[in-house]
């Protein structure tokens, strides 16, 4: 299947920083891209959708000022998450769907910790 | 997109074929059915897919009944590496729609 592939796989940041993850499609161009949260022992929550070239499209509940999402090419996506709390702390996810009809590929998930 | 219920955890032996059920009741005609599975701390991994015909690849057979109200993913030979969350999801066809999670079957595969 198509990769994607996610950036850092694992980060560790003060409390009131801002963290950057990066979602890349790597064989093939994603027309969207769509990151999740996931809890421990909890399901994935979908946060928002991004086509390339617009705007995301937030999930009700998701504050679109403090995960700021930009999909600037069909390879890459990326979520920052801005002043990131204790919270924040979870299991990000991105996906990646070629066009229409086709699967969605995932990426390898980022562990976000905030101390 | 229509909901899906699943049973929380099932138990498969190694070596023998895994059946997990997903029941989609309001599904509608223009909705697929998909099946990823997610092992511990890694992403989501496609496995299937499928409208109204029964699907077969490398990985798994799905079998959807006619009135599409329900479909089984089946592992012919279970292994140990098979041992993950099993997430049946149905999306609309002709948009690059979103993948709503439920809560998945947790398959334990022993030896």
């Known amino acids: 299947g198509a990769v994607v592939s996610q950036h850092p796989s694992w980060v560790i940041c003060k409390s009131g920083t801002s963290v950057k993850i990066e979602c890349r499609s790597l064989d093939f161009q994603a027309t969207t891209m769509f990151w999740y949260r996931q809890f421990p022992k909890q399901s994935l929550m979908l946060m928002a959708t991004s086509n390339e070239g617009s705007k995301a499209t937030y999930e009700q509940g998701v504050e679109k000022d403090k995960f700021l999402i930009n999909h600037a090419s069909l390879t890459l996506s990326t979520l920052t998450v801005t002043s990131a709390h204790p919270e924040d702390s979870s299991f990000y996810i991105c996906s990646a769907v070629q066009g229409f009809d086709t699967e969605a590929f995932f990426g390898q998930g980022t562990r976000l910790t905030v101390v | 997109d229509a909901k899906t219920t699943q049973p929380p955890s099932m138990d498969c032996a190694e070596g023998r074929a895994a059946n997990l059920p997903c029941n989609h009741s309001?599904?509608?005609?223009?909705?697929?059915v998909y099946w990823y599975r997610q092992i511990h701390s890694q992403g989501p991994q496609y496995i299937i897919h499928g409208l109204k015909n029964n699907e077969t690849n490398e990985m798994a057979s799905l079998i959807i009944t006619e009135d599409r109200k329900s479909s089984t993913l089946i592992l012919p030979h279970a292994t140990l590496r098979d041992t993950a969350v099993y997430y049946c999801?149905?999306?609309?066809?002709?948009?690059?729609?979103?993948?709503?999670f439920g809560t998945g079957t947790r398959l334990q595969v022993t030896l």
């Open positions: 999801i149905v999306r609309v066809t002709g948009t690059a729609s979103k993948l709503t």
């Open positions: 309001t599904i509608s005609g223009n909705e697929y």
